[in-house]
C-alpha cells in the first residue's frame, strides 16, 4: 500500500496521542503454532505471523518484519546455523584478508533466503492496511558478520582499507536488498546497525555512518523512510547515527531516552526504548504497564518519540505482557 511516509511522520508528531510501534514478530509466530525456524525460511509463514499478530495487538502503527540478522551475511556465503526457537546465527568468518575481501562476489537477490524475505514483505504489504517497515542489517554489523567481529575491531586500525572495501560491498549488496523491499510495497526498512554502537563517535560516522548514509541518499523519499536502528549506542555515537539523514532513529534499552530525544532534530521520528528481555519476556504484566507509563511520561514533551521496544522482541514473551503494554499507552493517551 502506498503511504506518503512523511505526512505520516508529520501526523505523529502533531498529535497529542502516543504512538507505538513495537520490534515485534515472534508472538505472531508462536500464535500461528509455527517455529522461528519455518518463518525465517518461508516468506508465507512469515506474513501469516505478522498478520496473526496485527489481528490479535492492533494497537501498533506499523507493522514490522523479524530482525534476522544473518539473511544477508548467508547472501554471501556465510555459513548458518538453525534452530527451531531461536534466530539464526553466523558460524565462523567468510573473509579474513584483503585478498579474500576483494575475491568476494556482491551476491544478487536470488541467494539464500533472500527471496523468501521479500516475498514475506510483499504479502505483507498486500494484506496488513498499515504502513510496513522491511528489516535488513547495517554495513558494518554486516562486514563484521563477515569478516568476524573481533577481527574487524582491530582491523579498522591495522588495515583501514580492506575493511573499507569490505564495506562498500556490504552497502552495495544492502541498497540493491533495500531497493527489492521497496518494490515488493514496503514503506520503509529499520535499518539494525547495532555493532556500530561499539564504535566511539568519530569511527561510527568514519565505518558506519558513512555507508548508511549512501543507502538512506538512494533509498529515502516520501514513499519509503530509513529508520536507523543503533541499540548498541549509550549515547556515545548518537551524532553520528544523526549525520545519515535518516528520517527516523532507533535506540536500545542502554541508551537515556531523553537525552536520546534531545540529541536528534524534532522532524525526525525517535523510538524506543523499552528493554525487550527484561521487560517483555521476563517482567510481570504490572512491571511493564509501569515502565511503559514511566517512559511516556519521561518523554511528554516530546511530539516525535514513538514508544517501542529496545531490540526485537524475543521468542516466548507472554501475551499479558504485550496486553500490559498496549494498556499502559491506551490509559495515557485517554486520561
Sequence with gaps: MKINMKQWAQSITESDQRT?????????????????KDAVTDGTVHYQAVKALSEKFPGAAAVTVIMDLTVEAEAFGAKISFS??????????LVSDAESVQKLEVPSLSKGRISQYLAANRLIAENIAKPVFGGCIGPYSLAGRLFDMSEIMMAIYIEPHTIKDLLQKCTDFILSYCQGI????????????PAAGLLSNDDCRQFSSIYVKQIVDKLQDENFMVVLHNCGNTGHCTDAMVYTGAAGFHFGNQIDMVNALAACPPEALVMGNLD?????????????????????????????FVISSGCDVPPHAPFENIDAFYRAINDYNTK
Excluded: W
Aim: charged letters at 20%; proline letters at 6%; glycine letters at 6%.
Design 84 to 93: 527451531d526457537n531461536e534466530v539464526p546465527s553466523v558460524t565462523e568468518r
Design 182 to 193: 521497496k518494490q515488493q510495497g514496503a514503506n520503509g526498512i529499520i535499518l539494525a546497525e
Design 276 to 304: 525487550p528481555v527484561s521487560m517483555f519476556k521476563m517482567a510481570s504484566a504490572q512491571e511493564i504497564y509501569e515502565s511503559t507509563m514511566r517512559l511516556l511520561e519521561a518523554t511528554r514533551s516530546y511530539r516525535n
Design 20 to 36: 507505538a510501534i513495537p520490534i515485534m514478530t515472534h508472538p505472531g509466530i508462536e500464535i500461528i503454532g509455527k517455529t522461528v
